[in-house]
């Protein structure tokens, strides 16, 4: 597979154990990924300080693409690509409608709820973005996203421009612009980098990489995923907690 120019993949339960860790098996499969010139980008549902702060140390280099925030964000070269946030006013008013808030990401910092997360073991603590707050009750500045718990899904009728994030593995929601997705964010990507998407090879396991398996010229999805990724991928490789993407990028790539 020579035509491919740039491996997009999803990290929780995909590049990643179910522990969060990744193996230095998989880092080196992408630093040679990335010597034979191919490009290496990150699209995950967390904030892009996860990979910035967290996982770029692991590595010991960034990624030469980062979306983030559920495809609110997409940075390439350290320069935003392509950003939808929810404006401040619409987040604050949805938020009212909220059971609970758990964490907020806007570009100038991360907030999380003490209560919601087990604050000494959370990645984001100590980091200089990070607020530590005992409740969220609203926000001075735009969002990339925040997550939550809805009660009344009717609620999101009154947001049109908004939309709601599930997962197949936790019991919450994340709600962003309703164009913030991991494929709209990787089209400003491809637009910047001139490449097309048979060019592209993309790795997922959830809800929000259907799209991208599908559309890229490539599309594997892991043993560990959902059916809804498997049915529109064009492989599917081992598990996670195998070095599954690696593997097959090693096969079929290196």
Same mark, same amino acid.
């Given at each position: 597979?020579?035509?491919?120019? &740039?491996?997009?993949?999803?990290? !929780?339960?995909?590049?990643? =154990?179910?522990?969060?860790?990744?193996?230095? +098996?998989?880092?080196?499969?992408?630093?040679?990924?990335?010597?034979?010139?191919?490009?290496?980008?990150?699209?995950?549902?967390?904030?892009?300080?996860?990979?910035?702060?967290?996982? *770029?140390?692991?590595?010991?280099?960034?990624?030469?693409?980062?979306?983030? !925030?559920?495809?609110?964000? #997409?940075?390439?070269?350290?320069?935003?690509?392509?950003?939808? /946030?929810?404006?401040?006013?619409?987040?604050?008013?949805?938020?009212?409608?909220?059971?609970?808030?758990? #964490?907020?990401?806007?570009?100038?910092?991360?907030?999380?709820?003490?209560?919601?997360?087990?604050?000494?073991?959370?990645?984001?603590?100590?980091?200089?973005?990070?607020?530590?707050?005992? /409740?969220?009750?609203?926000?001075?500045?735009?969002?990339?996203?925040?997550?939550?718990?809805?009660?009344?899904?009717?609620?999101?009728?009154?947001?049109?421009?908004? =939309?709601?994030?599930? +997962?197949?593995?936790?019991?919450? /929601?994340?709600?962003?612009?309703?164009?913030?997705?991991?494929?709209? *964010?990787?089209?400003?990507?491809?637009?910047? &980098?001139?490449?097309?998407?048979?060019?592209?090879?993309?790795?997922?396991?959830?809800?929000?990489?259907?799209?991208? &398996?599908?559309?890229? $010229?490539? $599309?594997?999805?892991?043993?560990?995923?959902?059916?809804?990724?498997? /049915?529109?991928?064009?492989?599917?490789?081992?598990?996670?907690?195998?070095? $599954?993407?690696?593997?097959?990028?090693?096969?079929?790539? &290196?």
């Amino acid at each position: 597979m020579s035509h491919v120019k &740039l491996i997009v993949t999803d990290l !929780d339960n995909t590049l990643l =154990r179910r522990d969060k860790t990744i193996s230095d +098996y998989t880092i080196d499969v992408l630093r040679r990924v990335r010597e034979r010139g191919i490009k290496v980008a990150f699209a995950t549902a967390r904030d892009f300080r996860y990979i910035t702060e967290h996982l *770029a140390p692991m590595f010991g280099y960034l990624p030469d693409i980062i979306v983030a !925030d559920n495809g609110a964000i #997409a940075r390439y070269d350290g320069m935003n690509v392509f950003v939808r /946030s929810i404006p401040v006013a619409t987040a604050n008013a949805l938020m009212k409608c909220v059971e609970r808030t758990r #964490a907020i990401s806007s570009e100038s910092k991360y907030i999380i709820r003490e209560s919601e997360h087990k604050v000494t073991e959370h990645w984001s603590v100590g980091k200089p973005n990070t607020v530590v707050a005992e /409740s969220i009750d609203g926000v001075t500045e735009d969002v990339l996203f925040f997550d939550g718990t809805i009660t009344d899904d009717v609620i999101l009728a009154h947001y049109p421009n908004i =939309r709601c994030v599930t +997962y197949s593995d936790v019991n919450w /929601s994340t709600f962003v612009h309703k164009e913030a997705t991991k494929q709209n *964010a990787l089209a400003a990507v491809i637009d910047t &980098l001139d490449i097309s998407y048979p060019e592209i090879a993309a790795f997922g396991d959830d809800f929000s990489d259907v799209e991208m &398996l599908r559309e890229c $010229g490539v $599309g594997v999805a892991m043993s560990n995923a959902i059916d809804e990724c498997k /049915s529109v991928a064009d492989y599917v490789c081992d598990d996670c907690d195998d070095d $599954g993407a690696a593997h097959w990028i090693e096969e079929n790539l &290196l």
